[in-house]
């Protein structure tokens, strides 16, 4: 009779599925690297929820799916999935992407645990400045290295802004950061020689960029955002799109007139959208009363209304936003850039623009600094309030 | 340093100190490629076996009537039209803007837009897929090289047809030079951007013996995987056709000047007919 419950879980344990529940250490096999990745799983309700993490820095995933031994976890912002079969302690499967080519397929792995805490050394903590050797030129980055609660992190800026939050790991003197949020895949791998670094960022399954940096002196590196885009000063700056109940708004509504507006071009897809979102939200919250208004024009993936504006009422409900969103396009730059004449030169998802009291561009700034480039990011909102502080002023 | 077959990479790991695929895991990785690719072109909404019709949008592009540039049953006058680089949609019921490398449901049938601003390229599919299911060549891990990359005799780029018929401005990223058939063959490498952020790949667009005869007639592309410490993998397993092969809705890309390699390769993607034959005097880029 002792040999009944033995029996008995040993039937329900061949029977019931493997539980996904835990933290997973987790790979992209890329064709020049491993970029790892966390995985979060634990019960909720009578199904599951998920984490994806680089570092300690996590974002929630929008499904996990179970099915026997097969496990889907969504990623809703960026319609991607991640398809995997549960074996014991480990998981085995791809991250899945369309593509217009052909799909857009990484193979993924995973075992039970968490990556290990491993710190930098001093000789790689800071600023470096780096240069991208391509095919028909070179392209400047700044690289920012600093020890975190889980080691090594840092990120990668461009002209544009930053590409988020990258955690890492360091052996020797050769160190791999990755950030993996379900829609860029990036790997940042190198060796420290002395004062030099050299090494490859992976875009992708196969893009490699080979790069060397040096020290940062503090002498500009990049090109300024206020360079990158110019807008038209000389007449009121125009635009007119639906909200996300289809009611058409424009500047020349009575909520803009004689105030100070910052419109915010932006894309849910984007993930330093997703880190400016809760900054833009903080300003809004401490200037209105003083006459500050925020518009977001959203540019998004699908081009079809009802999807779109699914997607941007969840981006709204995320970070709690209180002022209106629009509905302008499709997140290409060329179509965000026709629906908008009196910007030149766009190119950069977000791109803010501070509007005076008379409706006329002051200033345009290009990208995003995110919470993962320190500094830059503190300097860059002092600046932004600076700026708002200084046009609330004039009349 | 020449190329090697796959059965040659151990020596370049005690050489090169990288770990890049053994032939045979290789085949293991292009196995998972082949399959996800197979079930992409059978059931996508985009696939090119789906494709029914693509034209530059040019001056403006009707669409619906029987009369129109592009007749679609059950379809009402509509019109694509580009301005300022983004591509538009006038009907009935409105304009719409239509991403660019994205499938947007349009009744049953699907549109994308590709090719850069000013030279945008819409490709209308239908509901399905349609047409013969591809085949290939058993996976062989002979057809698997590794090698260096060799910097191009002149930098620059030049403008060519990706896989999927659109123009696309490639970067001359090199040559390798591989033994197949008892001869050093010098391919020409491209880099072709891809839609998605820092992206692009490393193409080869190469003519070979089996071409008419078990491949497609005007050739096939295959991808130059980097193994990082300046090596590459060249799998011809992963050779696959333009999708000029799947539809005639594509035109075909010109064979790449020099890219003719005389012996047959019988690995990857082959021809069963329908789609285009190669047009008689392709000229070469």
């Known amino acids: 009779m002792r040999c009944i419950p033995l029996l008995l879980a040993g039937l329900l344990g061949a029977i019931s599925p493997p539980t996904p529940a835990g933290e997973w250490k987790a790979v992209l096999d890329l064709a020049g690297g491993e970029l790892r990745f966390g995985l979060r799983m634990e019960r909720s309700g009578g199904g599951w929820r998920g984490e994806l993490c680089n570092g300690t820095r996590c974002d929630q995933l929008s499904a996990v799916r179970q099915q026997g031994d097969s496990l889907v976890l969504e990623i809703a912002d960026y319609a991607a999935t991640i398809g995997v079969v549960i074996r014991g302690d480990s998981l085995t499967g791809v991250y899945r992407n369309v593509g217009n080519r052909g799909p857009r397929v990484i193979p993924l792995r995973a075992s039970r645990g968490r990556w290990p805490s491993v710190r930098a050394p001093e000789s790689l903590v800071g600023r470096w400045d780096a240069t991208y050797l391509q095919d028909w030129g070179t392209s400047p980055r700044v690289f920012q290295f600093r020890n975190g609660p889980a080691g090594l992190e840092g990120t990668v800026i461009s002209n544009t802004g930053d590409y988020g939050h990258f955690a890492g790991q360091m052996a020797g003197d050769s160190f791999a950061l990755a950030h993996f949020d379900g829609s860029f895949v990036y790997l940042l791998t190198g060796v420290l020689r002395g004062d030099t670094l050299r090494g490859v960022f992976h875009a992708g399954l196969r893009t490699q960029t080979p790069w060397i940096a040096v020290r940062s002196t503090g002498a500009p590196h990049l090109k300024p955002p206020t360079e990158i885009t110019q807008a038209d000063t000389t007449a009121p700056f125009r635009f007119s799109f639906p909200d996300l109940d289809g009611k058409m708004v424009s500047e020349r509504d009575s909520r803009f007139r004689g105030k100070v507006v910052l419109v915010d071009i932006f894309g849910t897809w984007c993930p330093t959208c997703h880190d400016a979102a809760p900054e833009l939200v903080r300003l809004y919250r401490r200037y209105h009363g003083q006459g500050l208004e925020i518009v977001g024009l959203a540019y998004e993936v699908t081009g079809d209304p009802e999807v779109d504006r699914r997607q941007v009422r969840r981006y709204r409900a995320k970070f709690d936003i209180p002022f209106p969103l629009l509905l302008a396009g499709i997140n290409d730059t060329e179509a965000a850039a026709a629906t908008l004449p009196q910007l030149r030169g766009f190119t950069s998802f977000p791109t803010s623009i501070f509007l005076g009291r008379d409706g006329k561009v002051r200033r345009v700034h290009a990208g995003f600094y995110g919470p993962a480039t320190g500094a830059q990011h503190e300097r860059l909102l002092r600046d932004f309030e600076r700026e708002i502080e200084r046009l609330l002023l004039s009349r | ?285």
Request: hydrophobic share 40%.
């Open chain 2, 1 to 285: 340093m020449s190329w090697a077959r796959g059965w040659c990479v151990a020596l370049v790991v005690v050489v090169y100190g990288v770990s890049p695929l053994s032939g045979q895991q290789a085949v293991a990785t292009a196995t998972r490629e082949r399959t996800e690719y197979v079930a992409w072109l059978t059931a996508a909404p985009n696939s090119p076996l789906a494709a029914i019709a693509q034209q530059p949008v040019g001056a403006g592009i009707r669409l619906g009537p029987a009369d129109s540039d592009v007749p679609l049953e059950g379809v009402g006058e509509h019109r694509a039209i580009e301005q300022g680089g983004a591509v538009s949609l006038e009907g009935p019921g409105g304009k719409r803007l239509l991403p660019r490398g994205r499938p947007v449901a349009f009744g049953r049938y699907t549109l994308s837009v590709g090719g850069p601003a000013g030279r945008s390229v819409l490709t209308v599919f239908g509901a399905s897929p349609s047409g013969k299911a591809p085949e290939h060549y058993p996976l062989d891990p002979r057809a698997v090289f590794v090698g260096p990359l060799a910097p191009p005799s002149r930098a620059g780029t030049v403008r060519v047809l990706a896989v999927d018929g659109v123009e696309v401005e490639a970067a001359e990223a090199g040559s390798v030079t591989v033994p197949i058939g008892g001869a050093s063959v010098r391919i020409i490498v491209r880099r072709i951007p891809t839609a998605a952020g820092e992206e692009s790949e490393l193409e080869i667009f190469f003519r070979d013996g089996t071409n008419g005869n078990g491949t497609y007639p005007a050739g096939r592309f295959v991808s130059l995987l980097p193994q990082g410490a300046g090596m590459y993998l060249l799998d011809f397993n992963r050779a696959r056709n333009p999708f000029c092969a799947y539809s005639s809705a594509y035109p075909c890309p010109a064979p790449w000047r020099g890219n003719t390699i005389a012996a047959p390769i019988r690995a990857g993607e082959r021809y069963l007919g329908g789609g285009l034959a190669a047009p008689a005097g392709l000229e070469a880029r």
